[in-house]
């Protein structure tokens, strides 16, 4: 067996077992990094590559424990707006920050290396979790490029993928897909774990707000932030979270935590018998159906062929408009609409994080960046920085009457008459979504979602293209996360749809090629 698609329990057999050691685990997937991501398909997902990685991994040879931790000697990647407090840097991505290192690591980060893993590198990301610019494409960064898909990596005559690699999370979902790490950690606002994970047929956990500490993340809006785990499997998503999941005094979301002991017992391959679960569909209502109307056929064909059920759901949104100055967006010069809550807690949440967290930057706040950028703009500026003039313009404090009741119409629309009403009308352990088409009522409720691959489709618009991945998410209410990963375990088990991506085999017969 070789690393290119081993499961984080496959390393843990091998490490116990003596059959390999950290370090050459750590030159495997260096050298996967080095073949496909630097080469080859150059697909852009690794930022960073931590220099004290083999030293860490020598060290962990050096002193074998005899009570291995859960994650000894796992080479994981973080996203690039996650704080390490070592030689890397912590960027989100941005020119204005290239220079920036972390006081501290972020509470997640503390919590996997205390488990034994080993922080291989930073991942590739959509710049500032894609809130800098409107139709930024997904998975750029002006301090990292682009990411591709490593299903289908041929970009555009503008340098865009044509098959997005999903953002914000791109980094880490390409790079697990693509077997350059045992697994990466990507944050989510509003489909920032779900649409990467669809688009590189990778698992990722949403978490519930408040189950992983956000301490240590480069925000956008504390309402809705989390981080979690992207993986090649259920278990191993299962895995991480029995890891990740703790109470944090930095992060007050984490006070009202609930969790099992062990995520992995509740994995049942026949999880889904005696199940209900919702598709929030009606085709006799068009103006609706908004979640699987408007799904290409192919699409729509691969998930009626998985849970042939109904129902429906909705709920108003509360945004804002912004105009649009980015010069390669069709739609420059419109107004483009953005939710209230992002607009308004981005400059409170990220000028927080830039005096508690920040070192070796002079930036100091939004507006600092604000001014690099616009110093810089051949470099750092090819989409724009809309958002965060709009973000600026806010007083910061987040008293205003508009954020405010922006705020309680999102939880009322989402939760209220949203997920917790129609959960409650058809007495459903969970709703099922078609790739990232529920991530904003999720995200707005702060729920959980768990999605897992469910196939392969084909094509973008009228633009044929090779066939790449698709995602089922299952979502339910706070703290839901072992019934998810019951129901998408089972799923999982039953269709086997994930398909490694081409042209990107193992480079050698064993763990150390």
Not at 2 to 8: E, L, P, Q, Y
Not at 151 to 161: H, I, S
Not at 463 to 470: A, G, H, K, R, V
Request: aromatic share 6%; hydrophobic share 45%.
């Amino acid at each position: 067996m070789c690393v290119a698609n081993a499961t984080i329990g496959d390393l843990q057999w091998a490490l116990a077992d003596g059959d390999v050691t950290v370090t050459a685990l750590i030159q495997a997937y260096l050298a996967r990094i080095e073949a496909y991501d630097r080469a080859g398909r150059q697909l852009n997902a690794v930022r960073e590559i931590n220099p004290d990685a083999l030293a860490i991994a020598a060290a962990l040879d050096a002193n074998r424990p005899a009570a291995r931790r859960p994650l000894e000697g796992i080479p994981i990647l973080v996203k690039d707006n996650i704080a390490t407090a070592d030689a890397q840097h912590t960027t989100a991505g941005s020119l204005a920050l290239e220079g920036a290192r972390a006081k501290d690591d972020a509470t997640l980060v503390k919590l996997l290396r205390q488990a034994g893993a080993v922080i291989l590198g930073k991942a590739n990301l959509t710049e500032f979790a894609n809130i800098l610019a409107i139709d930024m494409p997904a998975g750029y960064s002006s301090l990292g490029g682009q990411v591709k898909n490593p299903y289908a990596p041929e970009l555009d005559d503008k340098g865009v993928p044509i098959v997005i690699p999903g953002g914000s999370s791109s980094g880490s979902a390409v790079a697990v897909a693509a077997g350059l790490a045992a697994a990466a950690i990507g944050t989510e606002t509003s489909g920032s774990l779900l649409s990467p994970a669809s688009q590189n047929g990778v698992v990722t956990v949403k978490p519930t707000v408040g189950l992983i500490s956000r301490a240590g993340v480069i925000p956008i809006a504390h309402s809705q932030d989390t981080a979690g785990p992207l993986t090649r499997t259920v278990r191993d998503a299962a895995i991480l979270l029995n890891v990740l999941a703790a109470a944090d005094p930095l992060d007050p979301a984490t006070e009202e935590l609930q969790r099992p002991a062990d995520y992995t017992s509740f994995l049942d391959q026949d999880g889904l018998k005696g199940a209900r679960i919702g598709v929030p569909s009606d085709p006799s209502d068009p103006a609706n159906d908004v979640y699987y109307g408007p799904l290409p056929p192919r699409v729509a064909q691969l998930m009626r062929a998985n849970i042939p059920t109904a129902g429906w759901i909705g709920g108003p949104g509360t945004e804002t408009a912004i105009l649009n100055r980015n010069p390669e967006s069709l739609s420059k010069d419109q107004p483009a609409r953005r939710p209230i809550v992002f607009v308004y807690e981005l400059k409170h949440d990220l000028n927080l994080y830039l005096r508690d967290w920040a070192t070796g930057t002079e930036m100091k706040s939004l507006a600092d960046i604000i001014a690099f950028n616009a110093a810089n703009a051949d470099r750092a500026l090819r989409f724009g920085q809309d958002i965060f003039l709009a973000a600026e313009a806010t007083r910061g404090d987040l008293s205003e009457l508009e954020y405010l009741s922006a705020r309680q119409m999102d939880l009322r629309a989402s939760r209220a008459l949203g997920l917790d009403a129609y959960m409650d009308e058809h007495r459903l352990d969970a709703v099922l979504f078609p790739g990232t088409a529920g991530a904003a009522i999720a995200a707005k409720a702060g729920y959980p979602s768990v999605q897992v691959p469910a196939g392969l489709v084909s094509g973008v618009r009228d633009t044929e293209t090779p066939d790449y991945p698709y995602g089922a998410t299952f979502t339910g209410r706070a703290w839901s996360e072992p019934a998810l990963l019951r129901l998408a375990y089972a799923f999982e088990q039953a269709t086997e749809a994930r398909r490694p991506p081409p042209g990107m085999p193992p480079l050698g017969p064993d763990y150390g090629h």
